[in-house]
């Protein structure tokens, strides 16, 4: 039936209230999007400038080698590209974007930086934050290589366990600060968008080993059939 003007003023403030809730929800939803995008990783400027001076110096020095180091630099940014437009990506995307990374800065530090890959081939299929393990590795690349003088070296190890997988990034430099831990910038946005993707069920935890440190990444394991998998030696 047709409401009479009396049940129309009545509804008039809900109507009002259902109005602004509405706009208060896309405030929010934006608010949100703005910030997952905001704490999305994204590769830092310092790296790419060192690279390309790696590169500009292998160019007289040894050109095949320079050319096989431009295509890593051409896949790092054709993947840093394809994941800023993502909210999760493969677990073997974002671990063949690390080892494009790795390998640039394996030229550019040689025997300061060791590296041991210990993840099945094929990875587990699994959704991670862009960005994420680069951030990892990242960080050792910055507070532990660059700032010693020994050769440092860097773990990246995928465990599979009957409920949980986790990804482990580990290596013996000096040790992140116990009271730095919480207030790590990085760390703690990538806990935050742990947070909003996955809620609980999956976790970051860092620790400072004697010497060095450990970050480890735990997710649900994916209800599908395991399949027997040997560790690779990394991305091609």
């Given amino acids: 039936r047709r409401l009479s003007p009396e049940e129309v003023h009545r509804l008039l403030p809900f109507a009002a209230g ?10 929010f939803e934006a608010a949100h999007e703005a910030r997952l995008a905001a704490l999305r990783g994204q590769l830092s400027p310092h790296f790419l400038f060192n690279a390309l001076n790696t590169l500009q110096a292998l160019i007289g020095e040894n050109p095949q ?11 790092l940014l054709r993947r840093s590209l394809q994941h800023a437009r993502q909210v999760t990506v ?3 995307e974002e671990l063949a974007l690390v080892w494009d990374y790795l390998t640039i800065e394996k030229e550019r530090f040689g025997s300061r930086l ?18 994420a393990l680069q951030l990892l590795a990242e960080n050792t690349i910055k ?17 599979e366990g009957p409920s949980t997988i986790e990804i482990v990034v580990s290596d013996d430099g000096p040790g992140i600060d ?3 831990i919480g207030k790590s910038i990085g760390l703690s946005n990538l806990t935050l968008r742990l947070e909003q993707l996955y809620g609980s069920q999956a976790t970051l935890h860092a620790e400072r080993l004697s010497p060095g440190t450990r970050v480890t990444l ?11 998998r040997s560790p690779a030696k990394g991305p091609s």
């Fill in 90 to 92: 493969p677990l073997a």
């Fill in 65 to 75: 080698l320079a050319e096989t180091l431009l295509a890593r630099i051409a896949s």
């Fill in 18 to 27: 259902i109005s602004i809730a509405l706009r208060h929800l896309a405030l």
């Fill in 114 to 131: 060791l590296l041991e890959w210990k993840v099945p081939d094929p990875p587990p299929t699994i959704e991670v934050p862009p960005f």
């Fill in 178 to 180: 116990p009271d730095r």
């Fill in 218 to 228: 735990r997710f649900p394991r994916p209800p599908t059939n395991a399949q027997s």
């Fill in 143 to 159: 507070h532990a290589v660059s700032r010693l003088t020994r050769p440092v070296r860097l773990e990246i190890r995928v465990e």
